[in-house]
Nanobody, 115 residues
Framework: QVQLVESGGGLVQPGGSLRLSCAAS????????MGWYRQPPGKQREWVAG???????NYADSVKGRFTISRDNAKDTVHLQMNSLNPEDTAVYYC?????????WGQGTQVTVSS
């Protein structure tokens, strides 16, 4: 069983930055591919970024060049650095751990971009 706890969300002005963190426990973190997803108000959950066990990363077009995903296997943590935020980035952000056919979600952290 994997437990994931997100943190770092909050209210930020347009153009600002936030760094989200997702701490994992209960498993060998380094063996899981990790991802960040988000669910804007009234919309479906969407994929934002992913990072493999080997550190390879990819991004949704909407965040490419603004967001950076990284992982620290020594601390069982994955981060999402978000820069140049705009109101369309407002959402609940979730991290996901996946290994073969098993996957686990965190409880989410709210990010609100507003002036």
């Amino acid at each position: 069983q994997v437990q994931l706890v997100e943190s770092g969300g909050g209210l930020v002005q347009p153009g600002g930055s936030l760094r989200l963190s997702c701490a994992a426990s209960g498993t060998r973190f380094s063996s899981y591919d990790m991802g960040w997803y988000r669910q804007p108000p009234g919309k479906q959950r969407e994929w934002v970024a992913g990072i493999t066990t080997r550190g390879g990363s990819n991004y949704a077009d909407s965040v490419k060049g603004r967001f950076t995903i990284s992982r620290d296997n020594a601390k069982d943590t994955v981060h999402l650095q978000m820069n140049s935020l705009n109101p369309e980035d407002t959402a609940v952000y979730y991290c996901k751990a996946q290994r073969y056919g098993s996957f686990y979600w965190g409880q989410g952290t709210q990010v609100t971009v507003s002036s």
